[in-house]
């Protein structure tokens, strides 16, 4: 029988060396982007669910949770938040960010789930990183 999976082999698989924390085991993506374990640790199988879950305890009912970096394969409990299905859908397709930035196709920047972010915030952010000396 093959070794039961814990949340040890699950962090073995989260790359944690940089800001965001992205899942880099096999995975496989559900139609929104966000990423599940063909192993489930815990009795949810999504991997950020998880990550949430071990950190912070059960998610409410009702609730999801919104990666506020929009990397959805990001496992980092700090880059998310419970939010109402409601305000997760405007989010999503929100057609300015959360500082009111336009979300223009010159302005929006795809990482690599997918997701659409600010170019605007991005580059005060790492303005804001540089003048704090912290990383490049
Ligand atoms: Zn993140
Ligand atoms: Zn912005």
Not at 83 to 100: D, L, M, Q, S, Y
């Amino acid at each position: 029988m093959r070794r039961r999976r814990t949340m040890d082999d699950f962090w073995a698989l989260v790359d944690r060396s940089g800001e965001c924390w992205p899942f880099v085991g096999e995975y496989a993506t559900t139609q929104r982007g966000y990423v599940h374990l063909s192993w489930p640790v815990l009795p949810d199988r999504y991997v950020h669910r998880t990550a949430w879950i071990e950190t912070h305890g059960p998610i409410p009912d009702g609730l999801q949770i919104d990666h506020t970096c929009q990397n959805k394969r990001c496992c980092r409990p700090e880059h998310m938040r419970l939010v109402t299905p409601g305000e997760h859908n405007r989010i999503t397709f929100a057609t300015t960010c959360k500082k009111g930035h336009p979300l223009t196709e010159e302005n929006t920047i795809k990482n690599g789930s997918g997701a659409r972010l600010c170019g605007e915030c991005r580059r005060d952010y790492r303005r804001r990183r540089r003048q704090a000396g912290i990383g490049t």
